[in-house]
């Protein structure tokens, strides 16, 4: 089931980075460099204190996504790159519909359909009231257009969050990186290794 | 006898609590450079630079701050610096014009991986983003061009970030670093501890592990080789690895060919040097890059002046690819074979494994190939009988009389070429040029920053008329500070290389490459700078003695003809079997 190594396909980017001014700039620009569109950027802290995790999605060959990978790891504050198509991942989209209350109190259609699209309500005030989904983007923008005849009044989708189905071990290895004190060496470096599957850092 | 710095008298910082001393941001950044070793500093004044400047006056005795006349020649002198001396060079420059004056030194520094640590004033703190006087956003600007850069805005943390500075500058693959101090953090004064060198960043691996499994089959390889093929680049000049490349070299007998950085590594006469790659390169390496079964890149990043067209490139050739940097394994020429690592660590373990072969015939190969390359080029451009003089006999008396000893700084061009292709060369860091950015005006810095790195050596500034004209001002630092260059400007009256390209590829349409020159030896005079120009054949070798003889900088302009082309060449788009003698 392996795809060429130069057929376009989403692919999430997953990067491991100290928390440090100018880092965002310094990956960004390695994708604009190139002149490849980032489709979706998610950054925020780990679950480790102070280090940060990008999501990054862009459609793109895997012989492109394999060396932008190695350029955005060479980089100094960044800590590990890892690379995966949409198979290897479990990933989400927040998104957030703003309607008119009157309109959901006087279709009762409108709230089936939510029902349905497995929206939650997030505020209700008697002007709006503002829904809440997660989903694939396909799932979220359906939602967009079954609320579009009543009166959608704003819509906002945030970037994807990925996890890695073969993660085992991600957890204790940024451990690892917290507890390194200066001098010592990071046993492990490769992610260079032909084929390898095994989480290494 | 030289006073203790601050650094000196606070002592090694133990666990004990240790007394401090209050000093400025600028102090601790002067004390910082002396820990690191440096002693010569690049640079130029201005606001937002000014305190660390009035610390500096103090520091007279310990740090030696040679005055440029632009910051584009300060970062081109620190390049040479540390091309010569294989120490990181230093730069000073002020916030807004003086640090965008930086942006073409750090670009080339990046792509010829220099270590430097440049220093940039800013403004103060409070005035950041509102368009203050002489405020650019130079971390954002400078981004792309260097390795790391970053902005102090507190003096405490200047030790600290220096120590990064240079150790990331120096480790790895070297490269520019940029370290903005807002002019607060000059001035604030704090409780100096006294300096730690870095020797770690958690994020940062400046060498991937060296793996025993790839040395191996790199090994079995070339031993399996029937026509085995060496390529080197400047990666073993920077890993120090001169050494444990001439034994890799010698045990395995097999021919090696150099880019143009990487040129001096080994000395041009060893007899298992074939020559130059790339668009000017040698026609044996160019050609038998093509023929040999394996193919060994050492340090080297297969740029596309070396390589030509790409899907034509070695394709038969299983590909061996030594490097430090991960990123450039696979990049550009699929690896059958990574090595991963310092190329100081991996040649020897690969020198071990393999056999000692003599390869008589395939290095002869390449000696026909050098045979018809005399014959349809070399041999004319370098000992002409009549007409106007060529580059190449140019370079070719210099040789005759620095006997390859020289320091030969060059210039981006013609002269380049020529310069790098005929140049002797029996010591490494020898060979200091801008290989990928190509940057015209690098060559008089260059040579000034190239003296002060090496100073028992004689260095050689090598200038197209073109070039010289880009950064001629810097003769002002040449006056001011003393320095030793011996200058060459090789003068066609053209730009010659576009010209070159005008009449082979655009139907000899010259447009815009015909440049007027001022009297360069009169330019020279003013800023107290002894020459001469000589147009005839006779004169030649009694000039270029005269110039080394004389005592400081000597400019000496050599009329060549206007239109003479480099030959070979590998036109762009060309497979390098594509190679053309004429």
Sequence with gaps: ?201 | METQTITQELGEITKVKKPTIEVSGSVALLEALIVEGVETIFGYPGGAIMPIYDALYDYNDKLNHILVRHEQGGIHAGQGYARTSGKVGVVFATSGPGATNLVTGLADAQIDSTPLVCITGQVFAHLLGTDAFQETDVINITTPVTKWNYQVTDATKIPEVIAKAFYIAKSGRPGPVLIDITKNAQIQKFNYEGYVKCDHIRSYRPKPIVRPQYIQQAAELINQAKKPFIIWGQGVILGSAEQEFKAFVEKSGIPAAWTVLGAGAIPTDHPQNVGMLGMHGNYGPNVLTNECDVLIAIGMRFDDRVTGRLDKYAKQAKVIHLDIDPAEIDKNVKSTVPVWGDCKETLPLLTALVEQKPHTEWLNLFNEYTQKEVEAVIYDELNPTSGEMTMGEVIKQLNDITKGEAVIVTDVGQHQMVACRYAKLNKTRSNVTSGGLGTMGFALPAAIGAKFGAQERTVVAIIGDGGFQMTLQELGTIMQSGVDVKIIILNNRFLGMVRQWQELFNDRRYSFVDIQSPDFVMVAKGYGINGKTISEREHLASALNEMLDHKGSYLLEVMVTKENNVFPMVPQGCSVSEIRLK
């Design chain 1, 1 to 201: 089931m392996e795809t060429p190594d130069n057929e376009k396909q989403e692919y999430n980017i997953t990067v491991y980075t100290e928390n440090q001014i100018g880092l965002l700039n310094r990956i960004a620009i390695i994708f604009t460099r190139r002149k490849i569109n980032i489709d979706s950027l998610n950054t925020s802290p780990s679950e480790i204190e102070s280090i940060h995790r990008f999501n990054i999605v862009i459609t793109e060959s895997e012989e492109v996504v394999r060396k932008l990978t190695r350029q955005i790891e060479k980089q100094v504050e960044v800590l590990k790159v890892y690379y995966h198509t949409n198979a290897d991942v479990i990933w989400q989209e927040l998104a957030l519909y703003k309607v008119s209350t009157d309109v959901i109190a006087e279709k009762v259609s409108v709230e089936r359909l939510l029902r349905e699209n497995g929206a939650r309500v997030v505020v209700l005030r008697k002007d709006y009231t503002v829904f809440e989904t997660t989903g694939h983007r396909e799932e979220t923008d359906n939602l967009i257009s079954i609320l579009q005849p009543y009166g959608l009044i704003e819509f906002v989708r945030s970037a994807r969050v990925a996890i890695i189905k073969d993660s085992e071990g991600f957890n204790s290895k940024l451990r690892e990186f917290e507890r390194l004190e200066p001098g010592e060496d990071v046993v492990e470096n490769e992610y260079l290794n032909q084929g390898q599957k095994v989480f290494t850092m």
